[in-house]
């Protein structure tokens, strides 16, 4: 049996309105604890300065900017929990608005934390799409509510998927676009391999979440209700997501990314040792 380790999530959307932290403590696998998380807002000076470097394609001041910004997050989010800094084994960083391989050893040294980031580039190489990679935690927050399956998760963002969980396990996702309606979510229920025995919505407006519950012929629920995050759901995925990277297990699998079979990924970038 494996080891739980205890990691930081990070997640920086390109809203450059704030960045998610969220601790989780897992085994990468059944074994899943979701433990505190806050959001630390950008001030509108930070805000100017991330947007006025991305407009002007600065690279490396995006990623100076950026690398400050989590750090002080990390910080700040371990001294509101009184949380030492070796308490934490990892951290695992997504952002939008930032991808050069060396964002995570700048994080890395800035934070005095091991960091993995950069996920979907293993998955890209293989000749997946890149995305979605959160279905893997969709069924390890299934399995740890005990969540009959199958299983049908929407998420709902800047743009939308379906994930199935199969009774085996086995995953299959699907895009439904930046245009979500309860139309195209309705045409990719038709392309499941069985029909779900429940719905769960993360990220819908009343009106879609109705019109939902109305046209399909089984339980729909927000995901909200079963506990899961609303607003740090990203910053956990990629906490989890880190320890998998860890331990050189599956990120992405031919039903999800496209790739011919699953493979892991993430970039480790190891913190300067004391």
Known sequence: MQSVMTVIGLMSGSSLEGIDVALVATDGERRLERRQSLTFPLTPEQRKSLSKAIAAGH???????????????????????????????LIGFQSETAGRIGFGEALARATGIDVVYDFAAADFEAGGQGRPLDPVYHRALAEAAGIARP???????????????????????FDAGPHVTAQAILGLSERLPARP????????????????????????????????????????????LAVRSMRKLPL????????KHPITGGRLARAPRR
């Open 59 to 89: 690279a490396a001041r995006i990623e100076r900017d950026l690398v400050a910004f989590c750090a002080e997050a990390v910080k700040h989010f371990l001294e509101s929990f009184a949380l030492a800094r070796d308490a934490v084994a």
């Open 151 to 173: 299983l049908a998760v929407v998420e709902i963002g800047a743009r939308a998927t379906v994930t199935y969980i199969g009774e085996d396990g086995s995953l299959i996702a």
């Open 197 to 240: 025995r429940l719905w769960l919505i993360g990220g819908a407006a009343d009106a879609l979440l109705e019109a939902l519950g109305n046209r399909l012929g089984e339980p729909v629920h927000r995901a909200e209700e079963m506990g899961w995050s609303k607003d740090h759901f990203g910053a956990e995925t990629f906490a989890y």
């Open 252 to 259: 992405s699998f031919p039903g999800t990314t496209g790739v």
